[in-house]
Every structure is written in structure tokens, then in C-alpha cells.
């Protein structure tokens, strides 16, 4: 028989936010594999746990890979944990998931603390939908593409930050959402100094306190039922879709998706671009 996977969810902060179960799993295994043993060593200090702890983090090469999922197909017993929250996500991990899921091992989840969730529950905020964007790209224009994205997101958005680029951060959502949305700044959730600031982009500049520290889960305000279409050079976006080999089907829907258009706009649109390009 091969052996298991367990993905352990683990404190966000307080060490005493723990299940009973994840604290079974962690005693029980064979070892575990930990992003930095030397944060993980903390928590199984606190609750008596002896297992074995193994270095498991995002710049492990595939050859350490190749030999967990080795000892898992051969009978072996892992719990995989994060330095704080749910594996996998925002976390490294999900490699080794997928590789042990593909090679038969049994993978399951030990559900737990989640900074995404803590943070949605003390918003305040519309929680019917939401969307998860993690980090945000550090510049360029991925960063753009993903400000504009939330700028037009009609559901809840979820992103993490570090208090070091935080401000950066809601400077450059200060101008995406025009002041016009609300969100809250959760820091060192479940922990002495919890804190959470309510309001606009520039209420919430002026409450934290630069430097900033501590980790933060932000979580903003969808937009309102209206769409919000931006300007955009049609003609160009449409001479690289051809060369990508779109279709005007898929244009229509690009256009849609990442300009936040009304179809019948869109369509319009591109069929005037592909007749001007002819």
C-alpha cells in the first residue's frame, strides 16, 4: 500500500488555534515537512510533538521531489505545513501535491486557520463572492494588468502583502479604484496586536502607521453593479489576437474580460478593428 499526504493547516498566529485533529496528524506521521523547520519547531514545542521535521520549501529541487514521492508510493507518512495557514495557498507545496496525487499516494486535507478567511470574516465587506489574487506582482506590467483587474472585479478581492510594500501597494489601489471602493487592512491577524482598519483607500493610508509591520491580508470592495469599461487602443489589441489567432468570438469575449466591455460594445468594436486592418 502507498502511504499518505496530509496537508496541515497550522496557526496564522496564535499558536493555540490548532484543531485536535491536525495535532493527532503531526504526532503521527513519519515526519514532517516544513516550509522553516525552525518556525514549525516553535509550534510542536508548544503542543509536545516529536516528529521529525523535514525542510520542504519553495526552492526544493526536484530530485528531493522524486525521493518524497519515492518513500510515499513505498508506504511512507508525511504532514506538510506552511509557516502559518493552510498549505498551498500563497505557500509552496502545491508541486509535491500534485506529484504524490499523480503516483496513486492518498493526499488529504487537515482543514485549519486561513489568513483569506480569518480576514473575510471582520471585513465587513460583501462575502456572497470573492476572488483570491495572493501576492500582487512587484511591478511591471503584470502588476498593472493585476490593478486594473481588481479596479473592475464586481466580487469581493482577497490579496496579501508584506508591511514592506504595503504602502506602495494602496498608493497605486488609491489610483486603480479612484477612492470610490471600500476595503479593510487586517495585520497580525489572531495575534497581541491584531488590526484591522475599515474605509477607503486614503482612510486607510492615514490610520496605519508607516513603517507598517506585521503580515497583511487587504480585502476590497467589488465594484458596483455597473461595469466599468476602460479606454483601450482596440485596433491595436485586435492586430495581436489575429496574430495569436483569435477568434472574433474570442476577441469579443478578451475584450469583455479584460476591459470590462458590454458584449454588444465589444462585438461591435472589434468587427470595426478586423475591417479597418483588412
Sequence with gaps: MT??????????????????????????ADAILAEDTRHTRTLCAKHGIRTPL????????????????????AGAYFALVSDAGTPVVSD????????????????????????????????????????????????????????????????TTVIFESPYRIH???????????????????RELTKVHEQTIRGTVEEVRAALA??????????IEGASGEAVENDVDVGTLVVDWKREGLSTKEMTQRLQTEAGWKRNKAYRAVLEALETDE
Design 54 to 73: 523535514r525542510s520542504f520549501h519553495e526552492h526544493t529541487d526536484d530530485a528531493k521531489v522524486d525521493r518524497l514521492v519515492e518513500e510515499l508510493v
Design 3 to 28: 502511504g499518505c499526504l496530509s496537508v496541515v493547516a497550522t496557526p496564522i498566529g496564535c499558536l493555540d488555534d490548532i484543531t485536535l485533529r491536525a495535532l493527532r496528524i503531526l504526532r503521527e
Design 210 to 219: 508607516a513603517p507598517a509591520k506585521g503580515e497583511i491580508t487587504l480585502v
Design 168 to 186: 506602495a501597494t494602496l498608493e497605486d489601489l488609491g489610483q486603480a479604484l479612484k477612492d470610490r471602493r471600500r476595503l479593510a487592512l487586517c
Design 92 to 155: 509552496p507545496g502545491a508541486y509535491l501535491v500534485s506529484r504524490a496525487a499523480e503516483a496513486g499516494v492518498v493526499v488529504e486535507a487537515i482543514p485549519g486557520p486561513s489568513a483569506v478567511v480569518a480576514a473575510l470574516s471582520v471585513a465587513g465587506l460583501p462575502m456572497h463572492r470573492f476572488t483570491f489574487e495572493g501576492f500582487l506582482p512587484k511591478s511591471g506590467r503584470e502588476r498593472v494588468e493585476a490593478l486594473s483587474r481588481i479596479s473592475r472585479s464586481q466580487v
